[in-house]
């Protein structure tokens, strides 16, 4: 670990922990990166196949009744997800995906990224 941190050499126990650190926080602040882009490439597709340019999207927006979304717009939503992020969405699965955060935690427990 501390040979990918700049700056962390070999050498004392204090200096160890500052590395390690330090490193912990870099890989934080790229999960919140990988997901923040995620949150951009899935609210592209959510404004452009649910017409929802212009509205407040956030991981709480519900499809159903915040963007007003039919099973028709749905069903064209899941196709467009499935092909930019390369992922197959079982029709049993959909169900439970309600909200943004829903299909954010659905793609990153199936290990896509951004």
Same mark, same amino acid.
């Given at each position: 670990?501390?040979?990918?941190?700049?700056?962390?050499?070999?050498?004392?126990?204090?200096?160890?922990?500052?590395?390690?650190? *330090?490193?912990?926080?870099?890989?934080?602040?790229?999960?919140?990166?990988?997901?923040?882009?995620?949150?951009?490439?899935?609210?592209?597709?959510? *404004?452009?196949?649910?017409?929802?340019?212009?509205?407040?999207?956030?991981?709480?927006?519900?499809?159903?009744?915040?963007?007003?979304?039919?099973?028709?717009?749905?069903?064209?939503?899941?196709?467009?997800?499935?092909?930019?992020?390369?992922?197959?969405?079982?029709?049993?699965?959909?169900?439970?995906?309600?909200?943004?955060?829903?299909?954010?935690?659905?793609? *990153?427990?199936?290990?896509?990224?951004?």
């Amino acid at each position: 670990m501390r040979e990918n941190t700049p700056g962390c050499q070999r050498g004392s126990l204090e200096s160890g922990h500052r590395c390690a650190k *330090e490193a912990v926080r870099n890989r934080n602040k790229e999960k919140k990166k990988e997901k923040r882009e995620m949150f951009e490439k899935l609210k592209s597709v959510i *404004e452009e196949k649910l017409n929802a340019e212009g509205m407040d999207i956030t991981e709480s927006t519900r499809f159903k009744e915040d963007l007003e979304a039919d099973s028709l717009d749905l069903f064209e939503m899941v196709m467009a997800l499935e092909d930019e992020f390369n992922i197959e969405i079982p029709s049993e699965e959909l169900e439970h995906l309600l909200t943004v955060g829903d299909v954010m935690a659905y793609l *990153e427990s199936k290990g896509v990224e951004a």
